[in-house]
């Protein structure tokens, strides 16, 4: 299926999904340069903590029971993926925590980096099989539509200017449209300054 085919929910979530894969790669990978600036890690880190909780709360909260409300029983495979959610809430408790260092060793960080790293990465190849099916048969575009307008809503601001740099590196710029498209006018106002950050935050780990 292209994505002109595909439906909003799919496209939206997989940009989100791309961009966690990327992120926490990212910082697993710049957490252990030592040149890496201590200002572009934590803003990275606590971008990913803020991110991460924000988005496996709101399928718990509301896209499973959305999902299910529609399709009752469909959403029962989703439990072990709440589970999985759970693992993911104490490493990122461990991650929150480790210290960001301006010249002093990173290990703690790193490690703590990479373990979130793979259980993302893990954990969306056992929810998107699902995920995305449930959401072609089951997620009416107005049910979306409102579902992402709360996500939106409750969008932590830790780092969150650096969505847009992520956006841009996992979507076309069609996709990467449509989902800035639902941003409320004053944030959309604000997405060159956003963009322009986002890309000098991401430039300057990579160079590090």
Excluded at 101 to 115: K, M
Excluded at 142 to 170: M, N, Q, R, S
Aim: hydrophobic share 50%; glycine share 2%; aromatic share 4%.
């Amino acid at each position: 299926m292209t994505t002109a085919q595909e439906p909003r929910s799919v496209i939206e979530t997989r940009l989100t999904h791309d961009t966690h894969r990327r992120a926490t790669t990212l910082l697993a990978e710049a957490a252990t340069r030592p040149a890496a600036d201590s200002a572009a890690l934590t803003e990275l880190r606590d971008f990913l903590v803020a991110t991460l909780r924000h988005h496996h709360e709101s399928e718990d909260n509301d896209l499973w029971p959305l999902i299910e409300a529609v399709a009752p029983g469909t959403a029962k495979p989703f439990e072990d993926l709440s589970h999985e959610h759970d693992a993911l809430d104490r490493a990122l408790d461990v991650l929150a925590a480790a210290p960001v260092p301006a010249e002093a060793d990173r290990g703690e960080l790193a490690t703590a980096a990479v373990a979130v790293r793979d259980l993302v990465h893990r954990h969306l190849e056992h929810e998107e099989p699902l995920l995305f099916p449930a959401l072609r048969a089951h997620v009416s575009p107005e049910a979306w539509d409102a579902f992402a307008l709360k996500v939106i809503a409750t969008t932590p601001p830790a780092g969150a200017g650096l969505l847009i740099g992520f956006f841009d590196e996992v979507g076309t710029a069609v996709e990467v449209e449509l989902i800035l498209s639902s941003l409320p006018a004053p944030a959309q106002q604000a997405v060159p300054a956003m963009r322009a950050h986002s890309r000098a935050v991401l430039a300057a780990l990579r160079a590090a």
